[in-house]
């Protein structure tokens, strides 16, 4: 088992930046990908970074060059920069775990947090 836990949600203006912080726990040995995506009312849950345990990312098309995903490995911690907030951004924000190899969708990850709500007023 691997425990997540998101924070970081917030209201922010537009043009305005955030940092979420997963910080992940159990049987991270497991972990091959963590991923971090949103979900806005009436939508389907949509990715918004991943980062495999070799380094290499990838990004939602949306989020392309204003978002980034990093990892602290001596704190088990996953972090969603989000930089240039646009209103769209607004949307719960989840972060997981994949213990599969590239893993793009939300069907390929075992474990998620209980998300952090982000805001971002126009």
């Known amino acids: 088992q691997v425990q997540l836990v998101e924070s970081g949600g917030a209201l922010v203006q537009t043009g305005g930046s955030l940092r979420l912080s997963c910080p992940y726990s159990g049987n991270i040995r497991s972990i091959n990908v963590m991923g971090w995506f949103r979900q806005a009312p009436g939508n389907q849950r949509e990715l918004v970074a991943t980062l495999r345990d070799g380094g290499s990312t990838n990004y939602g098309d949306s989020v392309k060059g204003r978002f980034t995903i990093s990892k602290d490995n001596a704190k088990n911690t996953v972090y969603l920069q989000m930089s240039s907030l646009k209103p769209e951004d607004t949307a719960d924000y989840y972060c997981?775990?994949?213990?599969?190899?590239?893993?793009?969708?939300?069907?390929?990850?075992?474990?998620w947090g209980q998300g952090t709500h982000v805001t971002v007023s126009s």
């Open positions: 997981a775990a994949s213990q599969r190899g590239d893993s793009f969708s939300a069907g390929d990850y075992d474990y």
